[in-house]
Every structure is written in structure tokens, then in C-alpha cells.
């Protein structure tokens, strides 16, 4: 019998369907589905290579992976947390191929229940707990008095591009305790954080007996064909030796070459990471000032500003037919992005510039 | 709430705790876990060096793969089908980075139903059904008149090694029509298979219907530390459509680096990991040549041998502590296992001339 959650999924992945318009259009400038686009750094390029090398010699081939990943891959992301003050223990570190298929793995750990999502949410979101059977409640600020299982936090946000503030997230730590739920923080932009704002949950104080921070080196490092990412899972949570049991079983651990190209990138060639972060960063400050006037938020902490323009697909379509500019609809990330649509900075400087261009005219024109 | 399937896995799983166990002799060969030990050939870690570099440039950079495989991967496993005269379609190819990982995803698909499961089995099988919510139970031979939703059949199969005869096979197929289920078929080993058996589920009349085949390049290509697999869902089985949604919103797809390393295996590289796998087939005959007068199965078309031996954990720990031979325990695979252990050839010429021969004065003293 065919899983009957299937039939409350929306018909396509929104970026599926994005995608396939924006790609049946000509000249447009693309900034709708958040991929990177700037090539990696040499070094961590070179990283891969030695490691595909390595793989053709007796003395250093490598068969499967430690399922939590290679104790040099862990020991990067303790040292990546270390250097902000933020300690980590290596067994909790799990290494995955990126953090939407980890989630929707992890979800496997509870008993059908509630689950809290943001709203506007990242659509993967919703369909993995709506593959997975949960009740889905959508929040847009505390609901305090809820009960639930489950409560998705991404920070900085995806679609909105806000970041929660160390006081907001501490809040989130206590309601969730109280509510008898597990935080499961979405990391994906925290190297994008210029306000001081928290770049993990466990920043905060009491998160490590409530939560799980999922990350990914895809929009850190400009991994999203690398595919390499990772799960921290705190001994006070409960979770660790769940999380360990499944990956054993559900999981054959990530490529040797990635994690190898992981460590380089938050070792080696965190300089020149950083400096494509700020790349993009500074491509979202152009955007945002041809915004002037219009009511928007995001752009600071994040890759992604999230625009007020009216009826999201109508606005979508004005922006790709009229200014040759592919952004995503904000209906597309729920109820909440109806009059939204999310614009990424993930494109060349001389893109960023042209684009900010048709934005000013756009905004000039409505 | 903790999903309470869990109570009923094993606490650890069975690779896991062999493992430990073996790593703590010394001077032990280790026939236990089926990893390969053979280095890549040159040209397939080259291929994976030129990905790497690719990802270095503005013009070759890749961001996110496409959710099924990129079409030079797709048309690489088309290919090796249709070597061997089976015919598969590009849409029917999913990229995978390994088969544990994809069809413990792919229960999804169903609601919480009966599943038949090999005795004995895979223990990834058991554990991933387990913590779906679904029913299993154990076939050893087609359980005519059954109902089920899902069948899981592994051939060439682990840790019997036995491969299906095309005759049964279509039994199986008639069977899975009848009952209403569909076959989930295993095709880790196909490479190894020697006697003319099939490699693939589609060899059969009929199976398009009712069966979807999971394979990777891990054995065949030696790729465990790379992680590159493929799913074949066909258009007929009606599960197609579905699959993909799924791995739209459940996956981001394999590392750029792993397919184009897979497509070289298939391709430039096909003569030396052909070369790779006569090498551990060679090494089984080996094996098998020292257990003359012993009851066991499988080394012709698979790199497993299971004896018959005894209680499996008193001969298991005998073996390794008696003789320096590291081997799986069958009861680690079920009830069916309790009297076998589980030996693989996944070793350096030297080791398996040396096994051989404390195998053979193993079997003498029995």
C-alpha cells in the first residue's frame, strides 16, 4: 500500500518547479534556487585530488567510512566551533551528505507527533514530516501553552534571511523544554552572520539538553556538489546513542574525498571560504540598496532577502517575463510568503549589480 | 516521544560490534565485514581528481546535482545494462550513495505493512523495517498464499552467497503479483556472479511490474569509501513518479565528484575493476578449494562462503582466537544463521593463501 501522506504533498518540489520555468527562459539572471556559484578554493580543490589519489594505492586506500564520519572530519568541526567559544565533543559530531536528507533521517527517531515549523518554512521541511506521518503546526513567534515533539528552527532563516537573537533563541530553549520537544536547528547560513547574532544553538545557554543542530558545508564552503555536511547530537539530549544506532544501520557514511575536502575547507582554506562568504555578502548589500523604499528584511545574516511585493507568483512572473529576473514565490514557503517573493545573492558581482539595477526599476515601477 | 520501534533493534548493530571485537586481536585476517581492500584502478581515481579540479574553475564549477544523477552517470548505468542485454531507461536510473542508505528511504513509499525478509538476512534489512513500523517475516523459500506489501530478495545473496536461478526468480515475480507486493531487489553482488545466474531482477519476464532493483558501485567498482549507487524504478511498477518526489524533497543528490568516478568504473576503468573482481572470485575458490569435506554454499557467484560449522559465536570466537581468521557470526543474520558463519574473500592474495590454509586446519581438528 502506497504511503496515503503522499497525496497531502504539493504536486511538485517547489525548486523542481521553479527551476524548469526560470531554465525555459532566456537571459535571465538566476536568483531563485540557493545554490553557489563561485568555483572552489584551489586548495580545497586540491584536497579532493590528493584524496582521489590516495584511493588508488595499496597503502592508502580507504573502504567504508566510520559511519559518524573520519575522526580528522570531526575534529574540523570541533575546531570550527572551538574557534568561536562554542565546545563540542567529537562524538557528537555525525558526519552526513548534507542536512535536508539527515533531517528527514533523523525524524525516524520519534513516534508520529507535532511538529512546530516556521512560518514561512523551507519546504523540505514540511514534506519530510508529511512523508513521515507528523501533525505539522506552522508558528510565526513562540506559541507558548503548545504542547509538540518536535520544533524546526532555522537561523538565519531561509526564506526570510533573519536571525534570531541569542534572547529569542534562549526563549525557543525554554518553551521547548517545557513543551516536552526536541529543537532541531538548521545551521545552513551561519557563516553568513554579520550581526553578532548566534551562529549555533548551543550558544545558549540549557540547548544542549534540548536540541540538535543540523549544518552543512554547502552554503559554508560552496559544497553543494561536494555534499558534506553534519549533525551535532549533545550527550544531555537524549539522542546520541539513537542517532549512532541508526546511523549504523540506515547509513554508510560519507565519501572519504568529501570529508577530506571538508577539512581542508575549515582548515587550509577557511581564508579563502570566508572571503567567497563575503563575496556573496556584499552581493546582498548591492541588492538591498536598490531596494530602497520597498519593505523587505534579511540580506545581513543571510544570502537571502525576502521582499513584500504583492501576489507572490503574479510578482514572480512580472519579475522573469519584464526584468529578466528569476526569484522564488514566497507562497512557495507558505500561507505567510503569499505577498513575498525570496531573492538570493549567490550570483557574480556583475550579475548582483545588473540585477540591483532591474530591481530599481522594478520597485521604481510598481 | 522516542519512536518506540526502537526497542525492538538489536542494541548494537551486528557489523558494528564485530568489528570492535576483531580490532582488539592482533595479528588477525580479517574476513568479517564485506569491505574491499583492493585500491581504485589509476584512471577511476583520475577521473575523480579531474572532478575535483573541475569544482577549482569558474566555467566547471558544479553546484547542486540533479536530485536523480547527472545524465553522463544515468547513461553509464543504461549502458551497463544493456551490455548484458537488459534494458533500462534513463528516467527509470536514480543516483544513490549506496543501497543501505536508499532503501531504508525508499520504505517511505508505503504505509506500514508486511514485509518478507530473507532467513537469513541482511541485518540493515531487519533494522530499517523495524524502525518503519513494519511487520516482517522470515521466508526461505516463496510463502505461496501470503499476503505482503514489500518482498526483499538479495542475489547473489549475503551472507549465503547463493544466487536465484532465472526460474526462481520468476516464481518470486508471479508470487509478488499475487501477494500484492513489491520486490525491493538487491543487486550488490551482480558482478560476481559466475554461473550464468542473473544480475538483474529486469531479466526476468514481468518483474518491470512489480519489482525496483537497488545497486552500487561498492563492490562491483570497489567504491565503498566513494558512496556511489543507482535505484532503478520502472515507469511500470508505478512507484516511479513517487520516487522522485521523494528524493526532491529528501535528498540533494550525490557528490559530482562520486558519478563522475562511477561513470569511469563503468567505462574507461571497466577492464581493471573486472580484473578487481576475478582477484576476490579467485580468492574464494581459494577459500572454498580448504573447506573440502565442511558443509557450506555461495563463492562461485558472490565473494561470501557460508559454513556450517556450529554454534556460530563459540566457532567465531575459536576462529579468531584459535586460528587468527576474523569471520561473521551467522546468528548475526537470524535464526537461520545459528550453525553458520559467514566467511568473505574480500582479501589480498597472501591473506586468503594463509586462511586457506588455518581453514583447512580448522575443518581438520573439528
Known amino acids: 500500500m502506497i504511503n496515503t501522506q503522499y497525496n497531502k504533498l504539493k504536486k511538485q518540489y517547489l525548486f523542481s518547479e521553479i527551476g524548469k520555468i526560470i531554465r525555459s527562459r532566456h537571459d535571465v539572471i538566476d536568483l531563485s534556487v540557493g545554490d553557489v556559484t563561485l568555483p572552489l578554493?584551489?586548495?580545497?580543490?586540491?584536497?579532493?585530488?590528493?584524496?582521489?589519489?590516495?584511493?588508488?594505492h595499496v597503502r592508502s586506500f580507504r573502504g567504508?567510512?566510520?559511519?559518524?564520519?573520519?575522526?580528522?572530519?570531526?575534529?574540523?568541526?570541533?575546531d570550527y566551533y572551538a574557534a568561536r567559544g562554542t565546545q563540542i565533543c567529537e562524538s557528537e559530531i555525525f558526519a552526513s551528505d548534507g542536512i535536508k536528507s539527515d533531517m528527514s533521517v533523523f525524524l525516524n527517531l520519534f513516534s508520529r507527533g507535532k511538529a512546530l515549523l516556521p512560518s514561512p518554512s523551507y519546504p523540505a521541511y514540511i514534506d519530510a514530516n508529511i512523508i513521515r506521518g507528523n501533525e505539522i503546526e506552522f508558528y510565526d513567534k513562540i506559541p507558548y501553552g503548545k504542547k509538540a515533539d518536535i520544533i524546526i528552527i532555522c537561523s538565519p532563516d531561509n526564506p526570510t534571511g533573519r536571525a534570531?537573537?541569542?534572547?529569542?533563541?534562549?526563549?525557543?530553549?525554554?518553551?521547548?523544554?517545557?513543551?516536552?520537544?526536541?529543537?532541531?536547528?538548521?545551521a545552513a547560513y551561519e557563516a553568513f552572520v554579520r550581526s553578532g547574532a548566534p551562529r549555533s544553538i548551543f550558544e545558549i545557554d540549557g540547548a544542549r539538553e534540548c536540541a540538535v543542530e543540523f549544518c552543512s558545508l554547502s552554503k559554508t564552503a560552496g559544497f553543494t556538489g561536494i555534499r558534506c555536511g553534519y549533525t551535532i547530537v549533545p550527550r544531555e539530549c537524549g539522542l546520541n546513542d539513537l542517532w549512532r544506532r541508526t546511523k549504523s544501520c540506515l547509513s554508510n557514511g560519507v565519501s572519504y574525498i568529501s570529508q577530506r575536502m571538508a577539512e581542508c575547507a575549515l582548515g587550509a582554506g577557511y581564508k579563502d571560504i570566508a572571503e567567497n562568504i563575503a563575496y556573496y555578502s556584499a552581493n546582498a548589500d548591492i541588492l538591498c540598496e536598490a531596494l530602497n523604499g520597498a519593505e523587505w528584511q534579511g540580506g545581513v545574516d543571510s544570502p537571502y532577502i525576502w521582499l513584500k511585493c504583492g501576489d507572490s507568483y503574479r510578482e514572480f512572473y512580472k519579475?522573469?517575463?519584464?526584468?529578466?529576473?528569476?526569484?522564488?514565490?514566497?507562497?512557495g514557503f507558505g500561507e505567510e510568503g503569499r505577498e513575498y517573493v525570496r531573492i538570493n545573492s549567490f550570483c557574480s558581482r556583475e550579475n548582483a549589480v545588473l540585477a540591483a539595477e532591474r530591481l530599481k526599476r522594478y520597485i521604481f515601477c510598481k
Open 41 to 56: 578554493p584551489t586548495v580545497v580543490a586540491d584536497a579532493g585530488r590528493k584524496a582521489a589519489d590516495e584511493m588508488s
Open 64 to 78: 567504508y567510512p566510520p559511519e559518524s564520519g573520519y575522526d580528522f572530519f570531526k575534529k574540523a568541526i570541533k
Open 164 to 186: 534570531m537573537s541569542a534572547d529569542e533563541l534562549s526563549e525557543w530553549v525554554t518553551f521547548a523544554k517545557k513543551a516536552g520537544a526536541v529543537i532541531l536547528f538548521d
Open 319 to 331: 519579475l522573469i517575463d519584464m526584468y529578466g529576473l528569476g526569484v522564488t514565490p514566497g507562497i
